[in-house]
Antibody, heavy 112, light 108 residues
Framework: QVQLKESGPGLVQPSQTLSLTCTVS????????VHWVRQPPGKGLEWMGRMRYNGDTSYNSALKSRLSISRDTSKNQVFLKMNSLQTDDTGTYYCTRDWTHWGQGTLVTVSS | DIRMTQSPASLSASLGETVNIECLASEDIYSDLAWYQQKPGKSPQLLIY???SLQNGVPSRFSGSGSGTQYSLKINSLQSEDVATYFC??????????FGAGTKLELK
C-alpha cells in the first residue's frame, strides 16, 4: 500500500529555515518521482520542486534560490529545505508520488 | 512559464445537473493536462490525466476533453459528494508544473 507522510515543525519564525520530511512506504524512491506542492490557506496549489527516481532535482523558478530537495533512499525519505521564510510561506505542504498518491499535508505557519 | 487560466472561479449547481469547468493554457500543452478534486481539509485527488484519461477508481460521470490550449472538465449528473474545489494542471513543461487557480463547486 502506497503511503506518504509529511512531517515538520509546524511553526517557523520569519527569516528562518523550514525543514520538512516526506516518509514513504509501499514503493521505492528509486522507481518513482516525488514532488513537493504547497497551498496557502484558502488559496491554490503551487508546485515547489521534484526529486526524480534517479536522484535528479528540479525546482520552481520562483523558489529556486531558497529551496533544496534531497533524499535518503535507505530511510525512504525525501527532504525539503527552504530558507529565508516569510509570512506568505504559510500554508499546507504536501508531498506526492507522481500526482497519483498524496500525503495528508503538514501545516506550516510562519510567525514570530 | 505556462499560465493556466481556469474558469469560473466558483460555480453553484443543483443535484443531477451537468457542470463544465474550463482551463486555458497560455501556450499549446499538447494534452499534458490533469484535473484534480480537493475536498475541504483533504489532499488533492487526481481525476483526469492526459486531458481525457480517467484515473482508476474515478466515477465515469467525470470526463475531460480538449486540445492545444483549451481544456474542460465535465461532471454529469452532479452528486453531493462532488462538492469540492477543482484544479487543472499542466505538465507539458516538466521543469515547471503550473496549476489553475481553482473552481469552487457548491450545491444550489
Amino acid at each position: 500500500q502506497v503511503q506518504l507522510k509529511e512531517s515538520g515543525p509546524g511553526l517557523v519564525q520569519p527569516s528562518q529555515t523550514l525543514s520538512l520530511t516526506c516518509t514513504v512506504s509501499g514503493f521505492s524512491l528509486t522507481s518513482y518521482n516525488v514532488h513537493w506542492v504547497r497551498q496557502p490557506p484558502g488559496k491554490g496549489l503551487e508546485w515547489m520542486g521534484r526529486m526524480r527516481y534517479n536522484g535528479d532535482t528540479s525546482y520552481n523558478s520562483a523558489l529556486k534560490s531558497r529551496l533544496s530537495i534531497s533524499r535518503d533512499t535507505s530511510k525512504n525519505q525525501v527532504f525539503l529545505k527552504m530558507n529565508s521564510l516569510q509570512t506568505d510561506d504559510t500554508g499546507t505542504y504536501y508531498c506526492t508520488r507522481d500526482w497519483t498518491h498524496w500525503g495528508q499535508g503538514t501545516l506550516v505557519t510562519v510567525s514570530s | 512559464d505556462i499560465r493556466m487560466t481556469q474558469s469560473p472561479a466558483s460555480l453553484s449547481a443543483s443535484l443531477g445537473e451537468t457542470v463544465n469547468i474550463e482551463c486555458l493554457a497560455s501556450e499549446d500543452i499538447y494534452s499534458d493536462l490533469a484535473w484534480y478534486q480537493q475536498k475541504p481539509g483533504k489532499s488533492p485527488q487526481l481525476l483526469i490525466y492526459n486531458a481525457n484519461s480517467l484515473q482508476n477508481g474515478v466515477p465515469s460521470r467525470f470526463s475531460g476533453s480538449g486540445s492545444g490550449t483549451q481544456y474542460s472538465l465535465k461532471i454529469n449528473s452532479l452528486q453531493s459528494e462532488d462538492v469540492a474545489t477543482y484544479f487543472c494542471q499542466q505538465y507539458n513543461n516538466y521543469l515547471m508544473y503550473t496549476f489553475g487557480a481553482g473552481t469552487k463547486l457548491e450545491l444550489k
